[in-house]
Every structure is written in structure tokens, then in C-alpha cells.
């Protein structure tokens, strides 16, 4: 078979065409790559309550948050605990009440109303799906969420007076206009939101 130098030819461009689209595509993979492993760690510390959640901003811009949560059962009670990302980030156990430093449920923004017995609520941006918990005191927490970010925005977790989660004592209902009981209640563990791109990176090698 007798190859032609205008196919030749058509091969080499080929050729060097592949290569270019390689190289672009590694150098240009990096940023995206980086941007994937925006993480944040939330170390939940309350009464007889310790657990971690891992915040991972996806490339799709979507917050994944997952974790383990144990606690003494008689505290941590079998069901459903309410659990919000809320405004501030300060833990303080001896507050009055417990907790109480981390505000009111995360809602920045225009429209925003961090008062959990308003019309907001169950709309803020940092409500988010209860807590199950099993007859051991033990949960697995894995909620995905558009409403909030890691990175730069104007609904970063990272704005300036940071963020915290807080797990609640009782249900939270997610009805608009409800008692602060139905939005949770008392709170019985916290934890400030905390940048982690180490952890980032190795949530998504294992997913
Ligand atoms: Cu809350």
C-alpha cells in the first residue's frame, strides 16, 4: 500500500492537532480540579454529642454534606433532629441558651430573614433536611444543597462572620410560619464551618 504525501501530510497535522488538544487539556484541567476539592469540616461538639460533616463544593456548584453523628441516646434521641447551617461562626456551649452565639439560621442576601419562626423558614439557605437517628444514638447525615457555597459568593459560608451547623433537639417541621419548637427548638450540638481542602480532595478519590 503506497501512502501519498498529501495523506501524509493530513496524518502529521492530525497528529500535532492530538497533541495540542492533550496538552490544553491537562493544563487547562488543573483549575477545575482545584475548584473540586473546595471543602469545608464541621467538628459537631455538644452534650454526650461529638460528630463530623465534611462540605464539598461539587463542579457543578452544588454543596455535598456528609458525616457521622453519634450521641448518647438519652440527649441524641431516636428520630428526627432538625440540623441548619446558621449565621455565625461561634460555638459557645455556656451561652445562654446553649448555642445561641451561632444566630439565626443562615439566609444572607436581599430578601433574608434568619428568624426561624418566619415565612422564610423552611426557605432560608441554610435549612436543610433533619437528622435521622437510629436506637443506638448514631446517624449518617448526606444532604446535597444549591442554596449555599464554599467558594467566593454572596452566599459563601465563608462571609465575614463565618458560619456554623447546629443540630437541634426536636424535629424540625419545615413549616412556614410555625413556633421556634417546630423549627427545632433548643440546640444540642455545634460546630463552626471550618476550610478543609485537604479532606476536599480525599472525598472525591473515594467517590
Ligand atoms: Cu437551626
Not at 6 to 18: H, Y
Not at 64 to 92: F, K, N, W, Y
Not at 171 to 195: M, N, P, S
Request: net charge negative; aromatic share 6%; with cysteine.
Amino acid at each position: 500500500m503506497v501512502i501519498k504525501f498529501s495523506q501524509l501530510k493530513s496524518l502529521f497535522f492530525f497528529g500535532i492537532t492530538f497533541c495540542i488538544v492533550l496538552v490544553c487539556g491537562l493544563a487547562f484541567g488543573q483549575p477545575s480540579l482545584a475548584q473540586s476539592s473546595l471543602a469545608a469540616r464541621v467538628d459537631l461538639v455538644g452534650a454526650d454529642i461529638t460528630g463530623t460533616l465534611i462540605l464539598t463544593q461539587q463542579e457543578n456548584g452544588l454543596v455535598r454534606i456528609r458525616g457521622t453523628i453519634q450521641g448518647d441516646p438519652a440527649t441524641l434521641t431516636p428520630g428526627l433532629h432538625g440540623l441548619h447551617i446558621h449565621s455565625v461562626g461561634v460555638c459557645e456551649p455556656g451561652a445562654q441558651p446553649p448555642f445561641s452565639t451561632s444566630g439565626g439560621h443562615f439566609d444572607p442576601g436581599p430578601f433574608g430573614s434568619e428568624v426561624p419562626v418566619e415565612a422564610n423558614h423552611p426557605y432560608h439557605l441554610g435549612d436543610l433536611p433533619n437528622l435521622v437517628v437510629d436506637e443506638q444514638g448514631y446517624a449518617t447525615y448526606n444532604a446535597l444543597t444549591s442554596r449555599v457555597t464554599l467558594s467566593q459568593s454572596p452566599i459563601t459560608l465563608f462571609d465575614n462572620n463565618g458560619s456554623a451547623i447546629i443540630i437541634h433537639q426536636l424535629t424540625d417541621q419545615q413549616k412556614a410560619g410555625g413556633t421556634a419548637a417546630e423549627a427545632g427548638g433548643g440546640r444540642l450540638a455545634c460546630g463552626v464551618v471550618t476550610r478543609d481542602d485537604s479532606s476536599g480532595q480525599s472525598e472525591n478519590r473515594s467517590s
